[in-house]
């Protein structure tokens, strides 16, 4: 008995205790900040479009005698809304496209993440400006994408994963880094992978709460549509041909396929509130919304829509999933000799590492090593005319080849490594870095003996100046 009133007394206390340290798991542990980086450029991009678009017409959606009349916009905000605000209510028509060309600037800095917990709230007031301005375009697009706008801010961790932000901030480490000059040789670049944070954590908890409130809603406030209940909800979407990009109308000679398309997306909508928290069935919870959004897009066009939501799904990617994507399951790695004694090849080395994905890249200055403990086919002559990569698999790639592969290697300067696809790019590149390698500067006086390079001082016979030594191909 005494048992019994013992865990009476003490129940309501320990149920309490385990709610509390349950809340603090769920709201204020450190979470991966990747997804909400990709959702900020998933954002920032549908903003920047949408910004653009109204550009097309500028004076017509924001002028003062546009379509969407500024008196009687203001009419219609203090009857309705009387709390709303927007800045294009004081901009006058003169000033209209500066300022939409500066809005323009901020939204493409918030989506590359450039000042980020700037420019994040300048987004936000942005979309809600421009929603607040021109309500005769304004649909569910607008409301989700200015509340996702309103959570990257209010979280302030968008910046912290990728984005220019946290780029400029590990090039500025390993700039310092490198300065060092480690005796070995070696220095370990700081971690590509992002630290988990608590703000990141608020930020995709709000936004995944929030996608939970929007599911489960509609989907119960769908019950109330006998439609939906006959399984004929979406054969009324397809049939519409105002809004339709495809003639899907040969559907109804299916009538058991639209009755279970309708139930599906019903029993998506409702289920979303309990099963995307199960980890195990999360992945096919993810598909379905993904199907959905991409089946509203393609027979409603609503796209912009669609791509909102499916970025707002993102908060319930895994990290480290998400960066597999792009680096790969299996990342290719390398160790890199460089000229330590070069500032350019320092600053090229730091620039390299800063957008390295996990330590894919062990930087290596080769004169304070010796080259064949690194690899038995490389000369310290050789290494100090190009830059050398040398693979995990053994192979060595030479000066311009080697930088090709590395920027490749790297997620964020992989648009750049394009550049060798295009016929003819590899001499003309092989040349330029030639060049360039045989007219760095050293902080030492560069001699024969003391870097084996011959640069271009004075002219050879015939009026010619000294050709830039090739980076010949190193034996395996």
């Not at 709303?84 to 323009?104: E, K, T």
């Not at 780029?167 to 700081?190: C, I, Q, S, Y």
């Not at 988990?196 to 599911?215: D, E």
Request: hydrophobic fraction near 50%.
């Amino acid at each position: 008995m005494r048992r019994f009133l013992n865990a009476l007394a003490t129940g309501p206390a320990r149920l309490a205790s385990s709610a509390w340290r349950g809340w603090d798991r769920f709201a204020f542990a450190p979470a991966d900040p990747t997804p909400l980086g990709l959702i900020r450029v998933a954002v920032g991009a549908l903003l920047t479009w949408s910004v653009f678009v109204y550009g097309l017409d500028l004076f017509a959606y924001l002028g003062r005698d546009g379509w969407a009349n500024l008196e009687v916009v203001e009419m219609f905000r203090r009857e309705r809304t009387p709390g709303a605000w927007s800045f294009w209510f004081h901009v006058p028509d003169a000033m209209l496209r500066p300022a939409w060309v500066l809005c323009l600037a901020i939204l493409v800095a918030f989506t590359m993440g450039l000042w980020s917990r700037v420019t994040a709230a300048l987004a936000w007031a942005i979309a809600v400006s421009t929603a607040n301005r021109a309500p005769i375009s304004v649909y569910g697009f607008d409301d989700v994408v200015t509340t996702w706008a309103f959570y990257l801010a209010i979280s302030g961790a968008s910046g912290q994963a990728v984005s220019l932000d946290r780029f400029f901030a590990r090039w500025g480490r390993n700039r310092a880094e490198v300065a060092r000059r480690h005796k070995d040789g070696r220095w370990t670049p700081p971690p590509g992978v992002p630290a988990p944070s608590v703000s990141a954590n608020i930020g995709l908890r709000l936004i995944q709460c929030h996608l939970v409130l929007i599911y489960g809603l509609s989907g119960l406030s769908k019950l109330r549509g006998p439609a939906w209940w006959e399984g004929m909800a979406i054969w009324g979407t397809l049939a519409d041909a105002e809004f339709r990009l495809f003639d899907l109308t040969w559907l109804a000679s299916y009538p058991i396929l639209l009755n279970l398309m309708t139930h599906l997306a019903l029993f998506l909508e409702i289920s979303y509130v309990a099963l995307i928290w199960v980890r195990p069935i999360r992945p096919i919870v993810l598909a379905g919304v993904t199907a959905m959004h991409l089946g509203i897009g393609l027979t409603l066009g609503l796209f912009e829509f669609a791509a909102a939501m499916l970025a707002a799904n993102l908060a319930f990617a895994s990290g480290p999933w998400l960066r597999s994507l792009v680096a790969g399951l299996d990342q290719p790695s390398g160790r890199v000799l460089y000229d330590g004694a070069c500032p350019r090849c320092r600053a090229s080395m730091a620039f390299i590492t800063a957008g390295d994905p996990d330590r894919v890249v062990e930087p290596i200055d080769l004169t304070t090593v010796d080259v064949a403990a690194v690899h038995h086919g490389l000369t310290r002559d050789e290494c100090l005319k190009a830059m050398h990569l040398v693979r995990r698999d053994g192979r060595v790639e030479v000066g311009y080849d080697a930088v090709m592969t590395l920027l490749a290697w790297t997620p964020l300067s992989k648009p750049m490594a394009l550049v060798r696809f295009v016929p003819g790019m590899s001499i003309v590149g092989r040349r330029v870095y030639n060049w360039v390698a045989s007219t760095r500067p050293r902080d030492g006086e560069c001699t024969d003996e003391t870097c084996g390079i011959h640069p271009p001082v004075g002219k050879a016979p015939g009026g010619r100046g000294a050709k830039p030594a090739e980076a010949g191909k190193v034996p395996r």
